[in-house]
Nanobody, 122 residues
Framework: QLQASGGGLVQAGDSLRLSCAAS?????MAWFRQAPGLEREFVAA????????HYADSVKGRFTVSTDNAKNTLYLQMNNLKPEDTAVYYC????????????????????WGQGTQVTVSS
């Protein structure tokens, strides 16, 4: 079970931190987002086995993913937010590792959080 939190309404240039608490240990955790009228989009992922983090090009340099292994929690620090970052953000998890090419595929994840709204005004 995943529980996401931390969304809100901010202005362009502001920061937000999202959290996703998992009820158990997972091998792969990720953030996706979905804006109104658009398909779900990969944001970032962590592969614990390989200690690797991967980002979508659209958020590189602005978003940072981190984990608290003791708390089984995934964070997404979002800086310099832009109006185009407005979306519902979802965390996702998988019990096993994924190859790099599969990280961006939502259907590869077993568990999804409920989503948290992020709205960035211009």
């Amino acid at each position: 079970q995943l529980q996401a939190s931390g969304g809100g309404l901010v202005q362009a240039g502001d920061s937000l931190r999202l959290s996703c608490a998992a009820s158990g240990r997972t091998a792969t955790m990720a953030w996706f987002r979905q804006a109104p009228g658009l398909e779900r989009e990969f944001v970032a992922a962590v592969r614990r086995e390989y200690r690797s983090i991967h980002y979508a090009d659209s958020v590189k340099g602005r978003f940072t993913v981190s984990t608290d292994n003791a708390k089984n929690t995934l964070y997404l620090q979002m800086n310099n937010l832009k109006p185009e970052d407005t979306a519902v953000y979802y965390c996702a998890a998988r019990l096993s590792s994924l190859v790099l090419s599969a990280l961006r595929l939502g259907n590869q994840y077993n568990y999804w959080g409920q989503g948290t709204q992020v709205t960035v005004s211009s």
